[in-house]
């Protein structure tokens, strides 16, 4: 499992069990590459290798620092190695067909300093992904080409992010756009107010 895939899943884990009760109302995180190695690009191609609980079961609880719109700013120390991660939940969802079941999406930004990882965008969606169907990321007029892994996304194109976190950072809402397995089309969008100040707050705690 690779170690963007494990936070992405911990997190998420650890919040829907409760764990941080702040932020119950609006949770999402984001997480990106400050360093957009080859080898970090490569490594997330590998499948996780552990369910979800197992994931969460070796980490750390992360710790509320900040709620900012509906966005929550936390930190994590795991083996004394700072992880920090901004986390919404969607403001609005559907699907085509309609109505069908699907566990919670989360959209993170994250930042893990040991690893030279700064502001890494992923997304929860809430089901597994069909493999090679498109997914994007849309913040106003600009759109963003996701891989899927699982039922988490990511950008194709990693010279994207520092754009993509960018318009992000003054945009009104994301729209995610992903297909499941069984071919349900979804569409969830997250309001992307406060992002900016939890991002700052984790410039400053995540050092």
């Avoid at 190695?37 to 070796?58: D, I, Q, Y």
């Avoid at 980490?59 to 700072?82: D, H, I, M, R």
């Avoid at 609005?92 to 566990?103: A, Q, V, Y």
Wanted: charged share 20%.
């Amino acid at each position: 499992m690779t170690v963007r895939r494990w936070w992405t899943i911990s997190a998420a884990v650890l919040l829907c069990a409760g764990l941080t009760q702040a932020a119950s109302a609006d949770p999402a995180a984001k997480s990106k590459s400050g360093a957009k190695s080859s080898s970090a690009k490569s490594s997330t191609s590998s499948k996780p290798a552990a369910s979800p609980a197992a994931a969460a079961a070796g980490g750390a609880e992360p710790s509320l620092v900040g709620q900012f719109g509906t966005w929550g700013a936390y930190v994590a120390n795991p083996g004394g190695k700072k992880v920090c991660f901004a986390l919404a939940k969607p403001s609005s969802s559907k699907t085509i067909p309609p109505n069908r079941p699907r566990d919670p999406a989360y959209a993170f930004v994250s930042t893990r300093p040991a690893e030279k990882v700064t502001n890494e965008v992923s997304v929860m969606i809430g089901y597994q992904l069909k493999p090679g169907a498109d997914s994007t990321l849309e913040v106003g007029s600009a759109r963003y080409a996701m891989y899927a892994q699982g039922d988490g996304l990511w950008i194709k194109n990693a010279a994207e992010e520092d754009a993509m976190v960018a318009a992000m950072r003054k945009g009104a809402d994301a729209v995610v756009k992903g297909v499941s397995a069984k071919g349900t089309e979804s569409s969830d969008t997250f309001s992307l107010k406060g992002l900016a100040q939890a991002l700052d707050r984790l410039a400053k705690d995540c050092r």
